[in-house]
């Protein structure tokens, strides 16, 4: 069963990168570079890209947190969806690179400056168009790749091309996931509203505005953060959606971002278990990756009550689950992401120079030029297929 676990490159597994034993990622803690936020970004109601915070929410806090009462399945007749056969791969962050190239400049001034030669420099002046960065990709690929090593359920497809000395990776979504997402219940479709209702319920659009709950919640808007970071000998930009902040704005980012999450309530010692060892796996690797330091967790009951909320800070984690025996080691987790992405690099070695230029026509007026690399369309130059069965 285990050894199935794999990631295949394009040519069939030819230069296959395995998962087991784990033990080859039970090493110490690698470096990770305290994650800076270097850019934000919105989407509108209509799924539209802007340069800026305007979808930026704000924590609410309520007046006792042991004891709310957020019904979840309110308004679910109103919700505006967004449309998920529309793949948007890497766009808006391209979008955002293409914006601010001029941050990508100065790290390039920081990589050049902690090196001796001036000749380098000269390099540099002539290759201005390299980002000078290793990977992008989502955050929410990034988690993906972090919970690998835990995760025996669904497999995943990542489709990465090198652009110009950089690494794309973009994830594809499988004939499964597919199915599971066009297939869902109509009962489980209810119940990914929940997650959104629940924003609604701890958030306002001011620092002292009020939680609006009988607006329709519009699954297309969405503040995104751009954060920059290194883990090991890999430097990263990546973008991750950030439910709200707190209100009190002395705080800078990401320290002062939340993350909003929904459980079903646990009473049985193996309900919290499983909450502790599938549920605090993700909520980690989501947050610890950006640097957000805290989740607040409404726990719900069956019919989409949430009656009391819990904080988690991030960093601590780790530290409730050492109290049940084996289940996750973070360590274990971003070993493997390092070791991943060390391989990604020798398999996807050839540079498609020539990106791949794509006209967008911009409200009829003006046309933006998107040059991207492959792996944003679904022409990719190499798939990196991550795949198990059970
Ligand atoms: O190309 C893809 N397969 C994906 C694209 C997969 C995941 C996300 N995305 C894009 C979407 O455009 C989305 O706006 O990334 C954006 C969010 O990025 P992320 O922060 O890297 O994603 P993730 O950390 O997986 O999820 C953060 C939040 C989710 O909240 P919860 O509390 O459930 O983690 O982003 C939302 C969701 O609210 N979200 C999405 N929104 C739109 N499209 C998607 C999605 N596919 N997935 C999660
Ligand atoms: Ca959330």
Redesign the pocket.
């Known amino acids: 069963r285990y050894d199935l676990k794999r990631a295949e490159d394009f040519s069939g597994g030819k230069v296959a990168f395995d998962v087991y034993p784990l033990s080859r990622f039970d090493l110490p803690f690698p470096n990770y570079r305290q994650p800076s936020e270097v850019g934000v970004f919105s989407?509108d109601a209509e799924r539209d890209f802007h340069n800026d915070g305007r979808k930026l929410r704000c924590y609410v806090v309520p007046p006792d947190p042991k004891h709310v009462n957020f019904d979840l399945t309110e308004g679910y007749d109103t919700l505006i969806k967004?449309d998920?056969d529309e793949?948007?791969?890497l766009d808006?962050m391209l979008r955002w690179i293409l914006k601010n190239r001029r941050k990508f400049l100065l790290a390039r001034r920081s990589v050049s400056s902690s090196s001796e030669t001036g000749e380098q420099e000269s390099e540099h002046a002539e290759s201005d168009s390299q980002l000078h960065t290793d990977f992008i990709a989502?955050?929410?690929?990034f988690?993906k790749i972090l919970c690998t090593p835990y995760e025996n359920q669904d497999g995943w497809t990542m489709a990465v091309s090198k652009f110009n000395g950089t690494w794309y990776i973009?994830?594809?979504?499988t004939p499964e996931q597919r199915d599971r997402r066009v297939n869902m219940a109509p009962r489980q479709r209810e119940m990914t509203y929940w997650?959104?209702k629940f924003e609604q319920y701890l958030t306002a659009a001011e620092p002292n505005g009020k939680p609006e709950t009988s607006d329709p919640v519009n699954?297309n808007e969405?503040f995104?953060t751009v954060i920059r970071t290194r883990l090991n000998t890999h430097s990263m930009v990546?973008?991750?959606?950030v439910?709200c902040r707190i209100a009190d704005n002395r705080m800078r980012a990401p320290q002062c971002y939340i993350?909003?999450?929904t459980s079903r309530e646990t009473y049985k010692p193996n309900q919290q278990r499983n909450f502790r060892r599938y549920k605090l796996l993700k909520w980690w690797a989501?947050s610890f990756l950006p640097g957000v330091p805290r989740i607040v967790a409404g726990f719900r009951d069956d019919n989409g009550v949430v009656n009391f909320l819990e904080t988690f800070k991030t960093m601590e984690i780790p530290n409730i689950i050492k109290a049940d025996s084996p289940t996750w080691n973070p360590s274990v987790c971003v070993n493997f992401c390092d070791q991943f992405l060390a391989h990604v690099k020798k398999v996807v070695q050839e540079d498609n120079h020539r990106g791949v230029l794509r006209k967008k026509r911009v409200e009829n007026s003006a046309e933006e030029e998107l040059r991207m690399p492959e792996a944003t369309r679904q022409q990719f130059l190499d798939v990196v297929r991550f795949k198990w069965r059970n």
Do not use: P
């Open positions: 989407l967004r998920e793949k948007e791969r808006h989502w955050r929410g690929h988690t973009s994830e594809v979504e997650g959104y699954t969405a995104c990546f973008s991750g959606e439910d993350e909003l999450k989501q």
